[in-house]
């Protein structure tokens, strides 16, 4: 048992009187939180909540023991804000991981409003598709889209969620006809993602479709691109796609059967525990999420 976290973890459950909240407010699922708080009391030998179906509360004992550790792990994160503060304001350089197309299309057209908030904060932003553990200390957050997971140690937070668009663009549209069923897609060129050619869009409530691409490729931007040239339809993220629809580059076909994909619709921020009263973390959270208040992404 961490011994340390599991005083956090039931200062926090003390605070948010439920093991769920708990749990959202350290980015752990609540089993974790009531895993930690339970071998703290065993290693107490006292019961420091009283639990229900509604909700949890302190005992006599339990209160005397918030009321104590609750100025040690004050202290304790003082230390620790006081350590890391340093090291960046020394260092002057932030690091965060992003996607590489979502840090293209989406981050980068903010990032002049950013430094010019934050003159005293060198960015570094890493292009990377692939997982990084922000445990390692190669970055100091990261930014990914997908599912949502809690881990131990870690703060993990949803900032917003996309939908799945098919689009075209005018030019095909006038030579091939419009589409008023996703059935017509079958008589259609499709740009798919992959190798194989072949795909299921994932369209509106549980309906979905099989088309085979006449292009496909591994890179969204290639097939956005492909898809303005006129070569065929496309189903891609709103936020890759928005600017070039407000454009008319591209129009949004079959809107009623757009797919706001769970969980792998989503964008997440995920740093270190001991970052959340950085300075850093807040002003980058910030930018994220004036980024997506202007990228159809439905925020929360």
Known sequence: MDKLMAMRTFLATAEQGSFTAAGRLLGVSSSTVIRD???????????LLDRSTRCVALTQVGAKYRDCIKKIVSAIDMADFEVVRGTLSCNRRFRVNVPIHLGRKLILPHIQKFMERNKDISL????????????DNTVDLRVFVGQCTSTVGLITRTLGY????????PGYLARHGRLEHPEQLAGHACL??????HARW????????SVHGVFSSNDPEILRKAAISGVGVAFLPSWLVHEDVWANRLISILPLFTSRVPNGGSINIEYPLKYRRSLHVREFIKLMQEALDVSCVYTR
């Open 37 to 47: 708080v339970s071998a703290l009391e065993a290693s107490l030998g006292a019961a």
């Open 124 to 135: 570094c932003m890493v292009s990377d598709d692939g997982v990084v553990d922000v445990r």
């Open 162 to 169: 996309f939908e799945y668009c098919l689009v075209a663009s």
């Open 192 to 197: 798919t993602e992959g190798e194989n050619g």
């Open 202 to 209: 994932l369209l509106s409530g549980d309906s979905s479709v």
